[in-house]
Nanobody, 125 residues
């Protein structure tokens, strides 16, 4: 069992930046693939980014590629999402998730076992 707590959301103007953090409990953080997803009002939850257990392999949705960067610090049990050049369409609740089953790095949300409570990101135009 792992608990995930996101932070770092907020209100930012278009073109600005935010860095989300997701702190995980437990001593096996390095055994989980980690992902970020988002859900806007009236829309389905969508994949944003994911990182392998070591962080050496990363995946991004086309909509955020080149603007967002996922990274992780296994010593700190934390995964980050650096978001640059934010757009109004990035507005959503952002969730981090952990996949305990492995060995792949999933990009579909049903594959993830644990979820945080979410943090709101609002980008004004």
């Amino acid at each position: 069992q792992v608990q995930l707590v996101e932070s770092g959301g907020g209100l930012v103007q278009a073109g600005g930046s935010l860095r989300l953090s997701c702190a995980a409990s437990g001593r096996t953080f390095g055994s989980y693939a980690m992902g970020w997803f988002r859900q806007a009002p009236g829309k389905e939850r969508e994949f944003v980014a994911a990182a392998s257990r070591s962080g050496s392999i990363t995946y991004y949705a086309d909509s955020v590629k080149g603007r967002f960067t996922i990274s992780r610090d296994n010593a700190m049990n934390t995964v980050y999402l650096q978001m640059n050049s934010l757009k109004p369409e990035d507005t959503a609740v952002y969730y981090c998730a952990a996949d305990a089953t492995g060995p792949t790095v999933p990009t579909d949300y049903p594959a993830y076992d644990y979820w945080g409570q979410g943090t709101q990101v609002t980008v004004s135009s």
